[in-house]
């Protein structure tokens, strides 16, 4: 009931808006075009303030503004993004997934998509919401909770092994500046082992150091910086329905940065442990 109050409201102030403005609409023009309007609006459209010329003045102008696919009316990304940051900041959430939840528009359509499928909508219901295809939407089923901690739970006992494998690459410091890599000046991930096998590398770095042989993260690293970047890269390239053969490449360097993580952590408990005893 609320929420269809609250529904009502705005679109009687919309309506109130168009006729302070000199646009009359029928009923079916009204529901047209409301029909089109976001869900949450840039407040400047009820903003009494002559010189602002946001709001058109012509009845032909503002049907073709507000279409299906238009920006009209409609808050920034930005403010989108950072008013939910704020909100999760101040109820102090937590993941299952990782230990920093750092909020974007990926991560937006993907909590979304994932909490649609978890209540049991179908494929298209989804990828219709979502504005993607069905082979896209089909994503967040796979990522379902029980499908996920069935995959967990029969991978858990081989990832032992991977994990022992790079806990021999890590290192507490960076013995040359020569073979460091950074992702900028003032923030390091690690070093190589040799440089020019490095330099003769053409992959997109540092992506494609996780996982190489010639890496050696550094474990106070934020590395997980690094993880939200390729998973937020995967959402997007699957979002537009990239070929699979193209995702396959990123998830291996996902996977990899997840053993970097985990044996970076494993490394700094050990670390902790021989300090205490």
């Not at 537009?240 to 995702?247: K, P, S």
Request: proline residues 4%.
């Amino acid at each position: 009931m609320e929420k269809l109050c609250k529904g009502l409201i705005y679109k009687y102030k919309f309506n109130l808006l168009c006729i302070e403005n000199s646009i009359e609409l029928n009923n079916s023009e009204l529901e047209k075009i409301f029909r089109f309007m976001p869900i949450i609006p840039n407040k400047k459209i009820f903003i009494k303030d002559n010189s602002n010329d946001y709001f058109p003045t012509k009845k032909e102008d503002l049907i073709e503004l507000v279409t299906n696919y238009s920006q009209a009316f409609h808050l920034s990304e930005g403010s989108i993004v950072q008013s939910v940051a704020n909100q999760i900041k101040s109820l102090n959430l937590s993941s299952d997934r990782t230990t920093n939840i750092n909020i974007s528009s990926n991560r937006l359509r993907h909590t979304i998509g994932s909490m649609l499928a978890k209540m049991g909508y179908s494929i298209v219901t989804i990828s219709h919401v979502l504005g993607n295809t069905p082979k896209a939407a089909w994503y967040y089923v796979d990522l379902l909770p029980s499908n996920r901690q069935e995959i967990d739970a029969k991978l858990t006992p081989l990832l032992i092994d991977v994990v022992n494998k790079f806990m021999g690459t890590v290192t507490t410091k960076i013995s040359d500046k020569k073979n460091l890599i950074a992702e900028s000046k003032s923030k390091s991930i690690g070093e190589v082992k040799n440089q020019p096998t490095c330099l003769a590398c053409i992959g997109d770095r540092p992506f494609v150091c996780y996982g190489c042989e010639n890496f050696r993260p550094l474990v106070d690293a934020n590395h997980q910086v690094q993880l939200t970047k390729i998973q937020n890269l995967i959402t997007e390239k699957v979002s537009n329905g990239v070929d699979e053969a193209t995702i396959i490449p990123l998830k291996v360097i996902e996977f990899n940065m997840q053993m970097t993580i985990v044996a970076c952590k494993t490394s700094k408990n050990m670390i902790r442990k021989n300090v205490n005893d």
